[in-house]
């Protein structure tokens, strides 16, 4: 039998994505006053071990798939590609089916999409993406379910990305195109999500709109939603923060947004460049409760992988 990955929010029906959000947010309203290290007393994952590869940085997403993969009852290993043969040549496909015999599941943060998929292609058991260049799905799911449980289901919603056109944008698009939703996306032409992503979105039907100005980008929505302007695979230069300095979330275009509405970031942020101080650590921020629900989506993401 194929493995169950989990390589992008596009790859699933609407009721697979509800029912692991729904199972994430169950697990986090059992764990309310407990000591995070304790471990789920049905311990689903007990005897299962999972691999995270490292081809970049990350607080998050590591930590939180240690923490959670603990939580159900499994074990965890870390491994930066620097350190293994895969970063003296080893191909991926090797790695995949070398990993697959001594692991159940195995995580990447991936340099190149084409690294996640080739892994994926060989592997025999489950992968699962946590980043890659084109796109965050594990990030989403657990912004979805932030949304959810502070305003209303996605497809009640208007949702506002601002700024780089990125890998987490694309899996935004993903995601209204599977469970509905109105995305409107403010960006630089030269910056705007990739003409592939938008075509799938328009094959869908979705309700994603791509303007130039923030402040359209911004009106009525619900959540107003940014991330740093030069994300680990970009080069950081003058005229990309040029491009999209007029991109800034700052109070003036919160107050453009419908009255009441949050701010997302999956962090990390550059405070002061697309995102001010005042926003960020506004009431209306939900950047924390983002990270929080990392957690619990990795958890149900695992549990749906492994079929547990
Ligand atoms: N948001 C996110 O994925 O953070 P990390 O890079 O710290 O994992
Ligand atoms: N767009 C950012 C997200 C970091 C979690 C990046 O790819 O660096």
């Known amino acids: 039998m194929a493995p169950r990955h989990f390589l992008d929010i596009s790859d699933f029906d609407a009721a697979t994505l509800k029912n692991i959000v729904t199972r994430a947010r169950g697990m986090k309203d059992a764990r309310i006053g407990q000591p995070k290290g304790k471990r789920e007393a049905s ?29 159900l009852g499994g074990d965890t290993l870390v491994l930066s590609s620097n350190d293994m ?45 946590g980043l890659t260049n084109l796109s965050h799905p594990c990030q989403v799911l657990a912004d979805v379910m932030t949304l959810e449980e502070h305003v209303a289901p996605l497809k009640d919603l208007t949702v506002s990305w601002v700024g780089d056109g990125n890998n987490v944008a694309a899996s935004w698009i993903h995601a209204i195109g599977r469970m509905g939703g109105k995305l409107r996306i403010g960006t630089p032409e030269q910056l705007a999500p990739s003409a ?26 619900h959540c107003v939603i940014t991330d740093s302007w030069v994300s680990m695979h970009d080069t950081d230069t003058a005229s990309r923060h040029n491009l999209l300095k007029p991109y800034q979330v700052n109070s003036t275009l919160m107050a453009a947004a419908a009255p009441g509405a949050k701010f997302m970031h999956c962090l990390p942020a550059h405070r002061g460049e697309e995102v001010t101080d005042e926003v960020i650590d506004s009431p209306a921020s939900l950047v924390l409760d983002e990270a929080e629900n990392r957690l619990h989506i990795q958890k149900s993401i695992l549990l749906h992988c492994l079929g547990a």
């Open 43 to 71: 311990e689903p994952l007990k005897g299962r071990m999972l691999a995270l590869i490292f081809e970049r940085p990350s607080t998050r997403t590591r930590v939180s798939f240690e923490v959670g993969m603990r939580q």
């Open 85 to 129: 043969q895969l970063g003296r040549g080893e191909t991926i496909a090797d790695t995949a089916r070398v990993l697959s015999r001594y692991v159940d599941a195995i995580m990447i943060r991936a340099a190149k999409h084409s690294n996640l998929t080739e892994l994926a292609a060989a592997a025999t058991v489950p992968v699962i993406n």
């Open 196 to 221: 592939d992503v938008l075509a799938w979105a328009k094959a869908q039907n979705a309700d994603v709109h791509v303007t130039q100005s923030a402040e359209e980008a911004v009106a009525g929505a």
